[in-house]
């Protein structure tokens, strides 16, 4: 079984930066998709970044230009790059995985699909 551990996160001044990271846990070979979803209290998750295997990214209006995502193989992890943070950035940020290939050993594989990491709080304040 796969899951996501995630790192990073915390408190960070206005105009600060901050890196998150998100490992696969668990024998895989392939990852599809992975990124980043953000909640805030009283409101729906949200997009933040993905990213797939192929390189093809995708980000919410309001990161664009000031967040960076990128994926790594073996192990699958994804990195989320906040630069020029504000307080509107704030909230929990959870990582996300699709397509994730599980290796049960003797060349037994599942697919591990829509999974989620147990989230990382990131705050901007002064």
């Known amino acids: 079984q796969v899951q996501l551990v995630e790192s990073g996160g915390g408190l960070v001044q206005p105009g600060g930066s901050l890196r998150l990271s998100c490992v696969v846990s668990?024998?895989?070979?392939?990852?599809?998709?992975m990124g980043w979803y953000r909640q805030v209290p009283g409101q729906e998750r949200e997009l933040v970044a993905t990213?797939?295997?192929?390189?093809?990214?995708t980000y919410a209006d309001s990161v664009r230009g000031r967040f960076r995502v990128g994926m790594e193989a073996h192990p699958y992890r994804v990195h989320l790059q906040m630069n020029n943070l504000n307080p509107d950035d704030s909230g929990v940020y959870y990582c996300?995985?699709?397509?994730?290939?599980?290796?049960?050993?003797?060349?037994?594989?599942?697919?591990?699909?829509?999974?989620w990491g147990q989230g990382t709080q990131v705050t901007v304040s002064s």
């Open positions: 990213v797939t295997n192929g390189g093809h990214t």
């Open positions: 668990g024998p895989h070979s392939d990852a599809y998709l």
């Open positions: 996300y995985g699709d397509g994730i290939t599980a290796v049960h050993g003797e060349g037994v594989t599942s697919f591990a699909l829509k999974i």
